[in-house]
């Protein structure tokens, strides 16, 4: 059995962006395609004449379309079922064209799943629990979660790739500053930011920086919380709870007294920090594994850089960073006349041998240790340094909630620029986020519960064994 997490967690004229929206593999229009392909979908003798069953598949992933488009052809040129799959790679409006879809019964038979919580409430997905095969149960043992792929038990969709967090640091400014490795506290970090900038702020270098306009403070504080043991969410009483975050938050207030974080950096957003990194600007932030990629076409790196672990606050791994984007990757469309036919597809798509060149590609890190297992190699540089460790895993879902108010980013960097009573700010928060969790509840978006066995250190060596 696959390990289940214990219950915690438009107008016709509209109709035009099925097709505006995106890029298919196919010569007529997507929004033509559409009808016609959900036509033949529901007539049951095109199957019995011979001719192709044709599939469409939806998905927001533009910047691995080449990646994409090669499996897809791959798969109709090769598989043993007449079976033809349409890829449409939508450029925007993703999820406002799904919805046109399926409230016109146009929807596609494969979804790329990028948002959980709203496909499986509005309905859009098939549970995966009668098509999974023995092999594909045994290789995603212990990858299934409430709220993150799962309700309730029913699977709807399985990882892929993901994204592990690091600590992204220049290489050149560590020993100009006479740092000789990666800090591994909250306080090795601040030193070693004040010593960067002072070293470098005559060349317009800063020790630290980070995308404080958008989630900066939520990209640095959940991955040193989740490997000291903390997070926003307290997997044991089910509740949020921000107390452990507080270190966190204080560091950064005293990298900003210090001056050692780069001026602007609470209006930076997060390609126009690369761009700095990349030109030798910043010292160090935290960020995911897409930055590889990043500074080799996007924003090549004029400077040496690395790759390593996030500190922990004190120093004591008690914990494991959670593999960011990892939950979901394809699923199956409820709305589908072909559902059997469409999940060969997926099993395709689920093979070792499609997910690991993922990772070659460098689309993303492999969510998946029998892949994992492989060790895929890419030749992007520094793309090894993100690939999982004992410390990286996936972690149980939160609840995604909406509060009232300010988010924990927003009203963060305010304390970060101004200051404040931190044990104020964070007693406030923990207030509204759980007043956003109960109503949630109610309105049956999650059922996510406490678990008092939770123990985030279990977790280390997931997706190493």
């Known amino acids: 059995?696959?390990?289940?997490?214990?219950?915690?967690?438009?107008?016709?004229?509209?109709?035009?962006?099925?097709?505006?929206?995106?890029?298919?593999?196919?010569?007529?229009?997507?929004?033509?395609?559409?009808?016609?392909?959900?036509?033949?979908?529901?007539?049951?003798?095109?199957?019995?004449?011979?001719?192709?069953?044709?599939?469409?598949?939806?998905?927001?992933?533009?910047?691995?379309?080449?990646?994409?488009?090669?499996?897809?052809?791959?798969?109709?040129?090769?598989?043993?079922?007449?079976?033809?799959?349409?890829?449409?790679?939508?450029?925007?409006?993703?999820?406002?064209?799904?919805?046109?879809?399926?409230?016109?019964?146009?929807?596609?038979?494969?979804?790329?799943?990028?948002?959980?919580?709203?496909?499986?409430?509005?309905?859009?997905?098939?549970?995966?629990?009668?098509?999974?095969?023995?092999?594909?149960?045994?290789?995603?043992?212990?990858?299934?979660?409430?709220?993150?792929?799962?309700i309730d038990g029913k699977i709807y969709s399985l990882p892929n790739y993901g994204l592990t967090q690091r600590l992204i640091y220049n290489?050149?400014?560590?020993?100009?500053?006479?740092?000789?490795?990666?800090?591994?506290?909250?306080?090795?970090?601040?030193?070693?930011?004040?010593?960067?900038?002072?070293?470098?702020?005559?060349?317009?270098?800063?020790?630290?920086?980070?995308?404080?306009?958008?989630?900066?403070?939520?990209?640095?504080?959940?991955?040193?919380?989740?490997?000291?043991?903390?997070?926003?969410?307290?997997?044991?009483?089910?509740?949020?709870?921000?107390?452990?975050?507080?270190?966190?938050?204080e560091a950064l207030r005293q990298m900003k007294q210090d001056g050692s974080i780069i001026p602007g950096s609470e209006m930076l957003d997060i390609d126009p920090l690369r761009a700095q990194f990349a030109e030798g600007k910043i010292g160090m932030y935290i960020n995911h594994a897409g930055e590889p990629i990043v500074f080799k076409s996007q924003f090549p790196a004029k400077i040496k850089w690395a790759a390593a672990q996030v500190p922990t606050i004190d120093g004591t791994i008690n914990g494991a960073v959670a593999f960011g984007n990892a939950y979901t990757f394809l699923g199956l469309g409820s709305k589908s006349a072909h559902k059997d036919k469409a999940w060969k597809f997926l099993e395709y798509m689920y093979s070792d041998e499609i997910l690991k060149s993922y990772q070659e590609d460098a689309v993303g890190v492999s969510a998946v240790p029998s892949v994992l297992k492989q060790s895929p190699k890419t030749n992007v540089t520094n793309f090894e340094l993100f690939l999982p460790t004992k410390y990286d895993a996936l972690l149980p879902a939160a609840p995604a909630v909406a509060p009232e108010g300010m988010s924990v980013d927003s009203i963060f960097t305010k304390y970060l620029l101004e200051g404040g009573d931190a044990d104020a700010i964070i007693k406030d928060l923990n207030t509204r986020y759980n007043t956003a969790l109960d109503k949630a509840k109610q309105s049956g978006l999650t059922k996510i519960a406490g678990d008092p066995k939770f123990d985030f250190k279990s977790y280390q060596g997931q997706l190493t064994k």
């Open 1 to 150: 059995m696959l390990k289940k997490w214990p219950i915690i967690g438009i107008s016709i004229v509209m109709a035009a962006s099925l097709s505006a929206c995106g890029e298919t593999t196919a010569t007529k229009p997507a929004s033509d395609s559409v009808t016609k392909s959900n036509e033949k979908s529901s007539d049951k003798s095109t199957e019995k004449s011979g001719e192709k069953t044709k599939l469409l598949f939806w998905t927001p992933d533009r910047g691995a379309s080449d990646h994409i488009k090669a499996e897809v052809k791959k798969f109709n040129e090769t598989n043993k079922d007449n079976i033809e799959v349409e890829v449409n790679i939508m450029a925007e409006n993703y999820e406002q064209s799904l919805e046109i879809a399926y409230a016109s019964n146009q929807a596609p038979d494969i979804i790329r799943v990028n948002n959980f919580t709203s496909y499986t409430k509005k309905g859009y997905l098939e549970p995966l629990n009668t098509y999974l095969t023995e092999d594909l149960k045994k290789r995603f043992n212990g990858l299934t979660f409430e709220d993150g792929n799962m």
């Open 171 to 249: 290489v050149e400014l560590f020993e100009k500053a006479g740092i000789k490795s990666p800090p591994t506290t909250l306080k090795e970090m601040v030193e070693a930011a004040k010593k960067i900038t002072e070293v470098g702020k005559a060349s317009g270098a800063y020790g630290f920086a980070e995308n404080f306009k958008g989630n900066g403070f939520s990209r640095v504080a959940l991955p040193i919380g989740n490997l000291s043991g903390t997070n926003q969410f307290d997997y044991k009483t089910g509740k949020f709870d921000f107390t452990g975050l507080k270190p966190i938050m």
